[in-house]
């Protein structure tokens, strides 16, 4: 399993977008953060803004991958991470190919149980993020879209 | 076992009371492995569990899943689950997902060890 290097990431003059297909499956979500970090701290995002884009990262890929497990749905596709560097802010794209799932009911199921272990993903990814986008379509996967601004930006 | 960046241990202070020390990263795929510790511990008795975070790095929500599970199933055999010494990271998790008021949260592990009988059940 390749190790993401921290050097080389914006090495080419154009390179505004870092694009990660990962295997569907748990061992691999923490490959996928340590990406995304690195992507971050090239970018200049502070200490605490790099582990808040990992936390969301790495919910965004459990979400797809969990959902993947529980609807028996192949776990031997692939899931898509693209890194999207703008001047002042890191947009991270997470895309699967399930069949998508719906975050109002995963919210109203945290809302009725505290105790409740669903929902806690996304209620992070909705704090951590600057802003979160869910696209979902019947057979065509999840698409999630968040994007954190550079501090002082 | 696969090699994980997580490292569980456990260690048992009385029968009914044990620490478990979560060291590292802790995600989707190692939680299987911190479900089987807490419900290993509780099989032998367990009644009062204290999570020892000093070290812990990164909690998912599926390890927080893990620890909620733990809880409930202490609390309803009149037990509890407690939390020492998170770190700041730990510790904003746990308030983003409200569950600092759903777990009782201490400074350390010795802290964490005492007066089983204020919350959670009577020891």
Redesign the interface.
Same mark, same amino acid.
């Given at each position: 399993m390749g190790r993401p290097r921290g050097k080389g990431v914006m090495t080419t003059a154009i390179a505004s977008r870092v694009e990660l297909k990962i295997p569907s499956r748990a061992e691999f979500i923490s490959v996928a953060r340590l990406a995304v970090a690195a992507v971050a701290a090239r970018m200049g995002f502070n200490y605490d803004d790099i582990e808040d884009l990992k936390v969301a990262t790495g919910e965004a890929l459990t979400n797809a991958i969990q959902h993947a497990e529980t609807t028996g749905e192949a776990t031997d596709k692939d899931i898509v991470v693209v890194c999207a560097m703008q001047s002042d802010a890191l947009i991270i794209e997470v895309r699967d190919s399930g069949s998508g799932f719906d975050p109002e009911l995963r919210r109203q199921a945290l809302e009725r149980d505290e105790l409740q272990e669903g929902g806690l993903g996304l209620l992070l990814i909705e704090s951590l993020m600057d802003k979160v986008d869910f696209k979902t379509k019947p057979g065509k996967g999840t698409l999630v879209r968040m994007t954190k601004r550079l501090a002082g930006s | 076992m %696969?090699r994980t %960046?997580a490292e569980l241990s456990s260690q048992q202070v009385d029968g009914q009371t044990a620490v478990l020390r979560i060291g590292g990263?802790v %995600?989707? #795929?190692n939680t299987p492995q911190l479900k089987e510790q807490i419900l290993g511990l509780i099989e032998t008795g367990v009644r009062h569990l204290v999570v020892d975070l000093s070290d812990a790095e #990164?909690l %998912?929500?599926?390890a /927080?899943?893990a620890l909620?599970?733990g /809880?409930?199933r202490l609390r309803e055999r009149q037990g509890d689950l407690r939390l020492a010494a998170p770190r700041p990271?730990i510790r904003k998790?746990l308030e983003?997902?409200?569950l600092l008021?759903?777990f009782e949260v201490r400074e350390s592990v010795p802290e964490a060890l005492k007066d089983w009988g204020a919350r959670g059940g009577k020891a």
């Open positions: - | %696969d %960046d990263e %995600d989707l #795929y #990164y %998912d929500s599926t /927080l899943g909620i599970g /809880l409930k990271r998790v983003i997902t409200r008021n759903v």
